[in-house]
């Protein structure tokens, strides 16, 4: 998850963020994005095979988030509400700021380049597509930290606030 201000923090900060093997990082994390660069020049079942890829990854990660936040130590009747809070924050955010908003925004990016090279320049179409996957490619690592503290407090302002405060007592 990203930086994680909010005091739902079911794991250690070592645990948060996007702490990824390069694999899962750049193959799962951004597959969409690449994708989204690609559009103009690849079939329509690569971009979708690469939000497949991008989704894949949003899975992988809240079940292991899930699965950490079940060895959490701690009492067993609150571990079931761990879990569930540690899979839905995990997977919420995730499909947000790694596949939803990212995928829109590189999606913009491209077809606006693509419009407006094709009315400010003469370039042939296959120069114009071609500057547009690179004009999509150089946003992703501008996008990527907006839109994490944009879903941070998007959750912490909502979904958040509806978390059981894990380890407090019923009672109190």
Not at 86 to 93: E, G, L, N, Q, S
Request: include cysteine.
């Amino acid at each position: 998850m990203g930086s994680r201000s909010s005091s739902v923090s079911l794991f250690p900060p070592q645990q948060t963020g996007r702490n990824r093997t390069a694999f899962l990082s750049g193959g799962g994390r951004y597959a969409n994005e690449v994708g989204e660069a690609f559009r103009s020049l690849v079939p329509r079942a690569v971009v979708w095979l690469s939000y497949g890829v991008s989704s894949s990854y949003v899975l992988a990660d809240a079940i292991d988030k899930g699965k950490k936040a079940g060895e959490v130590p701690g009492p067993e009747a609150s571990r079931s509400s761990r879990v569930t809070v540690a899979v839905v924050d995990t997977f919420v955010w995730q499909a947000l700021a790694s596949v939803a908003i990212p995928g829109f925004t590189i999606n913009r990016v491209c077809a606006a380049s693509l419009h407006v090279l094709g009315t400010a320049t003469r370039w042939p179409l296959a120069v114009r597509k071609w500057t547009t996957t690179a004009l999509g490619l150089l946003a992703i690592p501008v996008i990527i930290h907006p839109i994490d503290r944009s879903v941070d407090f998007l959750l912490d302002s909502s979904l958040r606030k509806l978390y059981p405060s894990v380890g407090k007592s019923s009672s109190s």
